[in-house]
């Protein structure tokens, strides 16, 4: 099997198609870039920039570059010596538009007879035959609908009529009432609709790929392009929707020649992967939770949390308890749905109407810790779950009692289903309402991270990174991706705050008094935010501080918003442009953060880049890139500007200062070189031991094995260094001559003080010279 060294995620769109991307690959490969990673490139709901909702399998995107686009990336990397890895979604399909859609539209055309019925997860005789479609406004538009060209419409949304289901002159609602689907108002999906979504969006319908037919059919393409040597691996979106990621991997696995595979897992903490697995790894979000939290004070936390109870006057906030509320809030709203689908699946015997039962299920996965369990693997935390929700309603206990055995049986569709749903309320739950919620440092909330962890030291890191090297040296690490929250750099200054907590509190203070807003945790979430990106254009920090908000869900929501909490939303907001006095307070801010921030930056890319793993760059953040959640972290890249800075810097050239964008170059282009050049120095892990006043602010490494390897030193907690009088006798020994690819100075064998290791940058990369 070939594995990356590195990789590059591009955004593959309209905008920036795959001949785009082919014209790429030289500045990658100059940047030091092993393989090319693209975003899901089969044909998609048009307009979408993301990919995610393939609505045709068999063919790459004509407006994502076609057919013709792959081979030409595909060219490109192999003239480089590049491979190619690219994103694919077995989950779930588009379904926005039916007509783009072809499995979809012969479902609804068909019902149960089309060949594409077994594709789709529907619970037909809940609808009484029909599948539901919530698109109309609310049921009374159904006089709203018409005929027209041989289909039904209901204004811009077309859908197909059965054979001989219309005669000239027939009322189109009768003619609707003999389709094999039903349109309902949208607010119905909550509690009344049939089929399998991917989370609680309607508009991505999920698929059966454990049917072997359905496999086939849906990976036809994707295999075409390892029989035909265009790719060289596969990233696998959220294979926790499956009813069985094991079968799934093991089929791919083979169908693929036994190619690269990872897997778009997040994994809590302490969780590994289940043994069975046939892939390399994940995409990476548990090693950015470890990397980000070697950065972060620990120190922090006693002022932070203070900060964080006076907000919410003076109550302190029990996370635990907050999960299990959000949680409920998802089962019993936007996927109670789901959960009354597994509770008619509750045999009579059981004892329970279906919503007692459904009550119990939703107790039983607020109680989950992980995203799923892989039975037989992870029966213990079922049962767990069990034993918490009963601790937490004692008068669930007879239910959970007789509920257990049947959940128990991953083999029945109660069992299989319940773990493909207890992953979306995870999601849904945690990551998209707690996250946004529980805000006393944003760096903590990001996807695949505990957020009740505060900071790692690096005694901790370093049993994590041996551990990682011991059983998944292949699997990916990652800083920044098309779903992180905030990018690497947008977490690295908030970071700082742990260090700066006294004046965060004063200055945050200030801001709330010049731009009120009645909800203290959100005011500490934005304003955080703002803090991390500044300077920033209006426009991005409104769209920011509005989805927020409504996925905080605690002010104002998607559903229902609240126009008045929204407007005062949008004034704070605008109060960081229009108000002399908080624009002040924050360029003060970002003045006393700024170079903090942009040494934890530097130290988190240089670790990540060089620590055990695959590393991934996500476009664009070779250069300071300080994004907010989606589609902010989306936006186009000058590929143009970075190749020039590229050129000038192996000409010669060297950043003015450790915060220019020319320095976090310097740093990805110069670590993965080395690792792509001189793999051998990547092959083990050990930390390097340091003496000294100041040793707690040095993250040091060796990714030697058996003799000196590739030796990462990283400054930690940057403002406590400095107020100490900076490193002063803080020194490492080395076994060898090394050189420094950032700087190009030499130093060693013997002891070296830290001090004239980091004389120029915040961190150094050691490589031996012979």
Known sequence: MRAPASTYRLQIRKGFTLQDAAETVPYLKSLGVDWVYLSPILTAERGSDHGYDVTDPSAVDPDRGGAEGLVAVSRAAREAGMGVL????????????PAQNPWWWSLLKEGRKSRYAQAFDVDW????GRIRIPVLGDDSDLDQLGIRDGELRYYDHRFPLADGSYSAGDDPREVHDRQHYELIGWRRADNELNYRRFFAVNALAGIRVEVPEVFDEAHAEVIRWFREGLVDGLRIDHPDGLADPEGYLRRLREATGGSYLLIEKILEPGEALPSGFACEGTTGYDALADVDRVFVDAGGQAPLDALDAELRGGLTVDYEEMVRGTKRR?????????MLRLAR???AGAGLTVEAAADVLAEIIAAFPVYRTYLP???DVLKEACELAVRRRPELDDGVGALLPL????SAELGRRFQQTSGMVMAKGVEDTAFFRYTRLGTLTEVGADPTEFAVTPDEFHTRMARRQARLPLSMTTLSTHDTKRSEDTRARISALAELAPEWKASLGRIRELAPLPDGPLANLLWQAVAGVWPADRERLQAYARKAAREAGSSTNWTDPDAAFEETLAAAVDAAFDNAAVRAELDALLAVLEPYGASNALGAKLVQLTMPGVPDVYQGTEFWDRSLTDPDNRRPVDFGERRRALAAL???DRPASFRDDAAKLLVTSRALRLRRDRPELFAG?????????????LLAFDRGSGSPGALTLATRLPRGLERQGGWQDTAIRLAAEMKDELTGNTFGPGTVEVGELLRDYPVALLAPTA
């Open 330 to 338: 998802i089962t019993d709203g936007i996927l109670h749905s789901e």
């Open 125 to 128: 005789d809940f609808g009484a």
């Open 407 to 410: 959940l128990l049986d991953g």
């Open 345 to 347: 699946l509750v045999p």
């Open 685 to 697: 892990y050990a930390p390097v031991p340091a003496t000294g006043s100041a040793v707690r602010h």
């Open 650 to 652: 192996d000409a010669g």
């Open 377 to 379: 693997e992870g029966a």
């Open 86 to 97: 690219v994103d694919i979604v077995p989950n779930h399909v588009g379904v926005a538009t």
